[in-house]
């Protein structure tokens, strides 16, 4: 299994700067990481930085660390917006770069993009539709009720075939499975929305699905998303850190929080909730350090990455 880190888009201290960005991209490739990823809000309960943008800044500093969104929203910002990104960031990255797309769990972005959220599902469906054949990864035209690629051509493309591989979020949910296997080169699962048992189960009807259209299930990417971390071996620093920070940042209770396989405690709990991932079929984590980032990733690298042993 590898591991990945969330970039910093979330200020916990300080504000973000293209500087800072470096510094953490330098980090996470110091620490055995081999991802860097972007989630995408327009609105959050926190401010937060545009995550498209982060990784642009981060292309050069990133060493040859693959580079994702985990997820941008293409119903909010529109397909052929989204497909000039990704085409942008393939190029720059020289091949690193897979787009990670889902219907975001915030109406709230949707409210502030101006789209309507109550056909949201419907939406989405159709800006990956179309964001496909605007890469070149389907044939096209697309004609749907929201969107069309008649007459439209982004150039530059990116720079080869199956470029950039395109990945689907879910929760689990059947119709959000379905909907990866079906559209995606990969699917993507969020770690404090399933546990370990749930994704092994979901991940199977991935791959049955994938097979059952004609398509080599082994050659199908999974990861798991947003995996909140802290690493210390302080049970007061761990409970503040539940309580005072994650808490009101996804907006449930520190009580719940405790309960989900998420990296935050000692070296050896992180470890082992990240193994349990890798157990359920999990090709890859990334990790979102909540706070102290730069030293945190070190932690990751040099005391729980270790104790996964190797791969």
């Not at 030293?295 to 040099?302: M, N, T, Y």
Request: proline share 8%.
């Amino acid at each position: 299994m590898e591991l990945g880190a969330h970039l910093p888009l979330i200020p916990f201290a300080g504000p973000p700067s293209s500087a800072s960005l470096r510094r953490y991209a330098r980090a996470a490739a110091a620490a055995g990481l081999r991802w860097l990823t972007a989630n995408d809000h327009l609105v959050f309960r926190r401010p937060w930085l545009d995550g498209l943008t982060a990784l642009a800044a981060v292309v050069d500093a990133s060493d040859d660390l693959r580079l994702a969104t985990t997820v941008c929203l293409p119903a909010v910002r529109g397909p052929a917006q989204t497909a000039k990104a990704f085409a942008a960031l393939d190029l720059l990255s020289e091949g690193r770069f897979t787009g990670g797309v889902g219907p975001g769990s915030s109406e709230r972005d949707y409210d502030a993009g101006g789209v309507p959220a109550d056909d949201r599902f419907a939406r989405f469906e159709e800006a990956v539709r179309a964001l496909r054949v605007l890469l070149h990864r389907d044939p096209g035209p697309f004609r749907g009720t929201f969107h069309s690629t008649e007459g439209v051509v982004l150039e530059p493309a990116p720079g080869g075939p199956g470029r950039p591989p395109i990945w689907m979020a879910g929760w689990g949910g059947a119709r959000g499975l379905r909907r990866a296997a079906d559209l995606g080169d990969g699917w993507l699962a969020s770690a404090y929305n399933i546990t370990p048992e749930r994704f092994a189960d979901a991940w199977g009807q991935v791959r049955a699905r994938v097979a059952a259209r004609g398509r080599d299930p082994d050659r199908f990417a999974n990861g798991v998303a947003t995996a909140w971390s802290y690493v210390t071996e302080d049970a007061g620093t761990r409970d503040r850190v539940l309580r005072d920070v994650l808490s009101p940042l996804v907006g449930r209770p520190a009580d719940e929080l405790r309960a989900l396989t998420l990296p935050i405690g000692p070296a050896e709990v992180c470890a082992e909730r990240l193994a349990a991932f890798r157990d359920a079929g999990a090709q890859r984590v990334f990790v979102w350090p909540l706070g102290d980032e730069e030293a945190q990733l070190r932690l990751v690298g040099e005391r729980v990455a270790p104790l996964l042993g190797p791969g």
